[in-house]
């Protein structure tokens, strides 16, 4: 029988999961190689040693099924983890269904999201390895504050190059992280070559994730190695270090006495999909059990669910190696009038290869939906969901009505990636009508897959 007594399911600081969890050890079958952008052979650990500490290189190619959290990593979790698994009754009320949901809630962190389980991480490999600065892009923000706060707590210098539009709609984020002490840019700069080739295009261009991502990869390749990249998703040791969330999960719905028939996430590049999904496939793969697995993404950028599954670049200017993921072209520019974030051309290569086995569903949302539903969330449960998480509140609600039409009593279990504090210029859109429902066309993901790398 479920508790249907409490509301929070918390651990101690002493049961905090001591292992990330590798999914490389249960996967039905081998990722395919990431290839080298020039040769198109797969890269080596020497061709990724300019932007990477070898750690996490290993950790990247690794099959080991549980990799230790180190010990100073360990410590700056427990600022903030365990983070609470919480039964959502009042939303469950608010709905009348007679669904169980859950929300594992990542919005309390010190900056308000998932980042930081693996910026920590990122800052403790590359400071052991003797790195002074590391280079990242931010979208929205979320993840340039996480890095800039692990970069405060391993005294290392943090540069940001953020897409400009966002520069220009949050600054509160840049100064977030400004007051962990980082530099932060507007991209495209001109401090670059693929800033600079962007503008040269377009001086009015209002930046991507992936132009964005260009620079800072440009600025730690051409550094001689005093400065190292970070990227805050899509790759696999990412990935990794986030599963302690769903190791965290996997116990606290012990403690709940439940177990999730659903588990749902919104997908940008994947990561705090696949930290609260990866432990739960890993048991399903394991055990034999029929969870459903749900990742949630905006009609404006639908990677998963129309996204072609190829080899590409993870970057607009294509300086990094190509990855075979579900992509919508490296050369993908978000809609400007979309205010909810996930604005990725790409997807996690293991997030794609369990979509393309028909592990993982995908579903995408328009924007005034996963508002509608934050709202609902918010005014249930005193969280204001980021617009990211949004698309996953959006994705349990829908589950909870369809169980409330069918008459099923089902467990529902989603990831609240983080809260929407910083975000009230997307909210004040939303109430004041500002926003539109945009769908990405099939025929500009056809159009795009026509310039993307021909890997024979
Ligand atoms: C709160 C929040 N959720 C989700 C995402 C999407 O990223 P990912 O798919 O890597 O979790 C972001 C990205 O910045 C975010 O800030």
């Given at each position: ?30 990722p ?10 797969p ?12 750690a996490?290189?290993?950790q ?8 230790e ?18 039964r959502a ?12 949901i ?61 897409v ?75 990935l ?49 059990l ?138 004040d ?23 993307m790398?021909?890997?024979?």
């Open positions: 029988m479920p508790d249907n007594v409490h509301t929070k399911f918390l651990l101690n600081e002493d049961e905090m999961p001591r292992s990330w969890y590798n999914i490389a050890a249960d996967l039905p079958r081998a395919e190689p990431v290839l080298h952008p020039g040769t198109k052979q890269v080596t650990p020497d061709d990724l040693s300019p932007l990477f500490p070898m996490l290189i290993m990247e190619v690794s099959t080991e099924r549980y990799i959290i180190p010990d100073p990593v360990r410590q700056v979790y427990l600022q903030w983890r365990p983070s609470p698994l919480y009754r009042r939303l469950e009320k608010a709905l009348d269904t007679p669904a169980r859950y929300y594992k809630y990542e919005g309390v962190s010190p900056v308000g999201s998932h980042k930081p389980n693996t910026a920590v991480a990122q800052a403790f490999y590359n400071k052991e390895e003797g790195v002074k600065k590391l280079s990242t892009e931010t979208g929205a923000g979320q993840w340039g504050s996480a890095l800039a706060m692990a970069g405060a707590f391993f005294n290392m210098e943090i540069e940001v190059f953020m400009k539009i966002s520069y220009q709609q949050k600054p509160y984020r840049r100064n977030v992280m400004e007051t962990f002490g980082a530099t932060v840019h507007a991209s495209p700069t001109d401090l670059t070559d693929a800033g600079r080739s962007i503008l040269a295009m377009d001086p009015e261009n209002l930046g991507s994730l992936g132009i964005a991502i260009s620079e800072a990869v440009e600025v730690a390749a051409k550094s001689g190695g005093a400065i190292k990249y970070s990227l805050g998703s899509v790759l696999n040791h990412v990794m270090h986030q599963t302690i969330i769903g190791e965290e999960a996997l116990m606290q719905m012990e403690r709940a006495n439940d177990y999730p028939d659903v588990v749902i996430g919104c997908v940008g590049g994947g990561s705090n999909y696949a930290g609260l999904v990866f432990p739960f496939i890993g048991e399903a793969l394991r055990k034999g029929k969870t459903r697995f749900l990742a949630a993404e905006p009609m404006a950028c639908p990677s998963l669910t129309k996204g072609i599954y190829a080899y590409d670049f993870g970057d607009t200017v294509g300086m990094t190696p190509l990855v075979k993921m579900h992509t919508l072209g490296h050369d993908f520019m978000p809609p400007g009038i979309h205010a909810g974030g996930l604005r990725y051309h790409g997807m996690s290569p293991l997030i794609s290869l369990l979509h393309d086995d028909g592990i993982i569903e995908a579903e995408a949302y328009y924007q005034n939906a996963i508002f509608e539903s934050a709202v609902q969330f918010a005014r249930a449960e005193g969280v204001i969901p980021a617009p990211e998480s949004a698309h996953a509140v959006r994705a349990a609600i829908n589950e909870a009505i369809a169980a409330k039409e069918s008459g099923e009593s089902k467990a529902i279990l989603f990831n609240l990636s983080g809260h929407g504090n910083f975000d009230m210029a997307a909210y859109a939303y109430f004041a009508g500002r926003l539109q429902d945009y769908e990405y066309p099939a025929e500009a993901v056809a159009d795009a897959q026509k310039r790398p021909q890997v024979v």
